[in-house]
């Protein structure tokens, strides 16, 4: 049973440039949230997707968009990108009224030069 | 009120040393999690605590949610050179929410 898995592992950007990352959740999960995780730093909330719809979000500008797709999966796009956004960037699923205990995944780390 | 204050920051012991390390808040909470994150990886759930006071235990790993509600530690018994990561605090933003609030983290090295 996969669990969450997250595409491209590592990616190099430019700075005003946009960027979409993709992470398909754990099966039988049916939300996703997305995290950012700056060095040295915890996780920090940036947006949860349920029925394809966005749900809840953290203070994050709206440069950050996301999707989710009928299949669950789910992308986060950044645009006007920043030196600051550099950082792994976490997708979580879990299964909506369950309590929110997530499956994280792996991470995209983003570098931003 | 909202941020969780870990300490310390960083620990590097010897194999076969236990562990404590724990987490603050000026907020009063109805949870406390706990969370290893290995490198390159997610962090991982490891304890989950619910009720002031509770102690809870998986295998190696202690964590007690502190009785005013405030504060949470986690210790590691007998540490091994898998125990390396970095070790979170977290809770719910709010009751029903599930946005999670992490702390800084607590680096942990163990040396063989």
């Known amino acids: 049973d996969a669990g969450v898995t997250q595409s491209p592992t590592h990616l190099i950007k430019t700075r005003g440039q946009q960027v979409t990352l993709r992470c398909s ?13 700056a060095l040295g730093q915890g996780p920090q909330f940036i947006f949860q997707y349920y029925e394809e719809e966005e749900r809840q979000r953290g203070n994050f500008p709206d440069r950050f968009s996301g999707h989710q797709f009928p299949n669950y999966s789910s992308e986060l796009n950044v645009n006007a990108l920043l030196l600051g956004d550099s950082a792994l960037y976490l997708c979580a699923s879990s299964i909506q009224g ?16 | 009120g909202q941020q969780l204050n870990q300490s310390p920051q960083s620990m590097f012991i010897q194999e076969g040393e236990d562990v404590s390390m724990n987490c603050t808040s000026s907020s009063i909470f109805n949870t406390w999690l706990w969370y290893k994150q290995d490198p390159g990886e997610g962090p991982v759930l490891l304890i989950a605590l619910y009720k002031a006071g509770e102690l809870t ?56």
């Open chain 1, 98 to 113: 369950a309590g929110g205990f997530y499956t994280f995944g792996s991470g995209t780390r983003l570098t931003v030069v």
């Open chain 2, 57 to 112: 235990s998986n295998g190696r790993l202690t964590a007690q949610f502190g009785i005013t509600r405030k504060d949470s530690f986690l210790n590691i018994s007998a540490s091994i050179p898998s125990d390396v990561g970095i070790y979170f605090c977290a809770r719910w933003l709010q009751g029903g929410s599930e946005k999670l609030v992490f702390g800084k983290g607590t680096k942990l090295t163990v040396n063989p």
């Open chain 1, 25 to 37: 959740p754990k099966s039988g999960h049916d939300t996703v949230s997305w995290y950012q995780q």
